[in-house]
């Protein structure tokens, strides 16, 4: 009897909490949904961007998609995205970013909102500056150097897997870069590996339930598993912090970068049981900082690998203005513009972060059609699936450099592509991330020809990241020049 009526009550609950839904999203097309599972009952939904990617081409720039109860709004029209991406009190980042993000980045940058998240932005924004970053240019071109004779030149004429070089090399780079942390250290190799597939597999897990809409118990095996990797990070960020507290004490220089400014803009949080502010600001940066970058250069060296007359444009342009292949400054990068459209060209074709979303706090009429977003709705912007839409690109499907030649800059972003986000809640590490792209990208083919495994294909997935799951293959063969014989 008593089971009998708590069935009879959660069907009449989620049978009128989906009919209130449907209503209130009516005036959107999609694909049919289904109480308590919405669009899940068709097998390809779980594949989401090739689910959306079909759902575009039948139901345009603005629809519903449904994952299990809760109705998102997936919109790919470039003016509308914009104004979301830039209205951030009507779009703030929700519970996705709050309460699952969060459980990964806290409260850092990436999921913090209102004053907390404009203060912090100010605080760790100079770290970012191109000013800034070029103090590290040589650092990053050390780091290189050391990972290419470590990690690649022994494995050249063979089909490698590419991506941990990527990963270690762009940790290796945003520990110093950040708190001069050396994670070459033969002492730090084994955390470093860690850190590496820790974060790979946060941000798939992660990811998948964002996206899944699955919730974030703590019982559930994939959350426990993020839980310890979020512990084992801690635990070395609380040995850092440590070790620079106690250099600080010992010596009056103090290197300016962003861990020694977090210890000091939180002195009296500094006892161990109340460092979760500054964990959570590490945490983010670090993640953030370094499996971006990492994916960055791997879709970069699969795309170069496929396409070797993209190598010869770019050595030609390098032959012009590079000097010093070691050492590698600002004034030369800036002059690369050739190279800059091949990362800008890659970032469209593998846009490492695939979705980003916003929730509203009221309801928004959209100018143009009159349709109403209500309040508390999930958005979910698919960049992925913009930077493919043949609506905006010529070609969308061909690697080809040459067209951003003429949508440079602020143009690129009226044209729907922004790889690193949109407003004020852009990407604070993007002069970062084309810097280390640019120089590694120098290096490598300057040093290397690539060719590709020709029975590899890579198999992404959508994690917080664009994530390859079976890795990134490519051969690489030592290029020769005359002054090395
Ligand atoms: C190729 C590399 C990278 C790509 C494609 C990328 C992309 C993005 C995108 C699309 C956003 C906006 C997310 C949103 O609007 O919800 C973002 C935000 C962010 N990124 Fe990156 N990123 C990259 C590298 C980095 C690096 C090197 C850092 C260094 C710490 C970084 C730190 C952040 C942070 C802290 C935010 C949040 C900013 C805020 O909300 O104020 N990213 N990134």
């Known amino acids: 009897m008593i089971i009998n009526t708590i069935l009879t009550t959660s069907f009449i609950f989620i049978c009128s909490h989906y009919l209130f839904q449907q209503i209130r999203f ?5 694909p049919l949904s289904l109480p308590l599972i919405g669009n899940l009952y068709d097998p390809k939904a779980p594949f989401v961007i090739q689910y959306l990617k079909s759902c575009i081409e039948k139901y345009g720039s603005i629809f519903t998609f449904w994952v299990g109860m809760k109705p998102m709004l997936v919109v790919v ?6 104004k979301i991406l830039t209205d951030t009190k009507t779009f703030i980042k929700g519970p996705d970013y709050t309460e699952k993000f969060a459980v990964v980045f806290g409260e850092g940058l990436v999921t913090s909102n209102g004053e907390r998240h404009k203060i912090d932005k100010i605080c760790l924004g100079r770290f970012f500056t191109k000013t800034h970053i070029e103090k590290y240019h040589t650092m990053i071109c050390e780091e290189t150097d050391k990972m290419i004779i470590e990690e690649l030149i022994p494995k050249v004429g063979t089909i490698m897997n ?3 070089f990527f990963h270690l090399l762009s940790l290796r780079i945003f520990g110093k870069f950040s708190m001069e942390k050396d994670y070459s250290l033969p002492e730090n190799k084994e955390i470093a590996k860690k850190i590496n597939n820790g974060v790979k597999t946060g941000s798939n897990i992660i990811g998948s339930h964002i996206i899944m809409n699955i919730p974030m118990f703590s019982f559930f095996p994939s959350i426990q598993k993020v839980n310890k990797i979020v512990e084992y990070v801690d635990k070395h960020i609380n040995e850092i912090i440590n070790d620079k507290i106690q250099k600080m004490n010992e010596s009056k220089i103090r290197e300016d970068n962003i861990l020694s400014t977090l210890i000091l803009r939180h002195l009296d949080e500094l006892a161990e049981d109340k460092r979760n502010t500054i964990y959570d600001h590490i945490r983010t940066t670090l993640a953030a900082g370094h499996d971006t970058t990492a994916f960055f250069g791997c879709y970069m060296a699969y795309l170069l690998a496929n396409h070797p007359e993209v190598q010869d444009k770019i050595r030609d342009e390098m032959k012009v203005h590079i000097t010093d292949y070691k050492s590698i400054i600002e004034s030369e990068i800036s002059k690369l513009s050739y190279c800059y459209c091949v990362l800008q060209e890659v970032l469209r074709l593998y846009t490492i972060i695939p979705f980003v979303n916003r929730t509203t706090t009221k309801n928004y009429v959209i100018e143009e059609t009159q349709q109403v977003i209500p309040t508390n709705t999930t958005i979910l912007i698919p960049l992925t699936l913009m930077n493919r839409s043949d609506k905006i690109w010529e070609n969308p499907t061909l690697f080809k450099p040459e067209r951003f030649l003429d949508i440079l800059g602020h143009n690129s972003a009226k ?14 590490g993007s002069n970062l991330a084309i810097t280390e792209g640019m120089i590694m990208m120098i290096k490598i083919v300057h040093q290397f020809n690539l060719y590709p495994d020709p029975t590899f294909k890579p198999e992404i997935i959508a994690g917080i990241s664009l994530i390859s799951k079976n890795g990134i293959n490519v051969r690489l063969e030592k290029r020769v020049y005359e002054s090395d014989l």
Do not use: A, M, S
């Not at 009516?26 to 999609?30: A, D, H, R």
């Open 77 to 82: 029209e470039p003016q509308l995205v914009r």
């Open 162 to 164: 590419i991506q941990d």
């Open 415 to 428: 044209h729907g592509y922004f790889p690193f986000g949109y407003g004020t809640r852009t990407c604070i």
């Open 26 to 30: 009516q005036q959107f097309k999609g």
